[in-house]
């Protein structure tokens, strides 16, 4: 799947920056720094680990990205992830910024008290939220990425429908969650993110089900022969 030039740079400054000072960071901290790795519902810092602490974000990352490669390259449908490619780009610029915030505040954690995140956390995550609500609608149907029940996979109708309800269930929890964050009413926000999540899941299961139940049942036979 190929970026768009403006995602591409964007998300490969964001990348670049954060490898470049982590870098930078694992060479001047100490061997016995004592990094933040955990921050509980109100920001504060309740979990440490060593130096090393600064290399479990880049690994992390690295591998999903490979799996997703991997994954997106031998996709039966992968043409439609191309078809994808706008809202996905969306997406994976959301994914880089958010690994660059969420490293900064590991690295800096090192070089002083860790800091409150009870604002920053609502805020980043519910705007990744609703951008990948925003996206949501647009992703074609594939087996990779994106809602994938039974009844997705063998239904495009079901797809679009279960896609468009939780993208927009997902920009409306997002927004919520970073205005409640703005506010700092980082435990609100939170209980608003994880529910609105749980029942945005569970109300797409029913969409899905619903459209595919009324799709031409002849048809699913077939398939099923």
Do not use: C
Request: charged share 15%; net charge positive; hydrophobic share 55%.
């Amino acid at each position: 799947m190929e970026l768009n030039p403006y995602a591409r740079a964007v998300s490969t400054v964001a990348l670049a920056a954060t490898a470049f000072f982590t870098g930078a960071a694992f060479m001047q901290l100490p061997a016995d720094a004592v990094l933040a790795i955990h921050w509980n519902i109100n920001g504060v810092a309740d979990g440490f680990a060593g130096r090393e602490a600064l290399l479990i974000v880049p690994i992390t990352t690295a591998i999903v990205g490979g799996l997703l490669w991997l994954a997106v390259r031998y996709d039966p449908k992968r043409a439609n992830i191309a078809r994808s490619s706008d809202a996905l780009a969306i997406v994976v610029v959301a994914l880089s910024l958010l690994v660059a915030v969420v490293q900064s505040a590991i690295i800096n954690s090192g070089f002083g008290e860790a800091a409150r995140l009870d604002r920053a956390v609502p805020i980043a995550a519910g705007a990744f939220i609703a951008i990948l609500g925003y996206a949501m609608p647009n992703i074609r149907q594939n087996y990779t990425i994106g809602v994938r029940l039974p009844w997705t996979i063998e239904s495009e109708p079901a797809w679009d429908a279960s896609h468009r309800f939780i993208g927009g269930i997902w920009i409306l929890v997002g927004t919520v969650t970073a205005l409640l964050g703005l506010l700092a009413l980082s435990e609100a926000a939170i209980v608003t993110l994880l529910a609105g999540l749980a029942l945005s899941v569970a109300g797409t299961v029913y969409v899905a089900y619903r459209v595919w139940s009324r799709g031409p049942k002849a048809s699913r036979a077939k398939r099923g022969r």
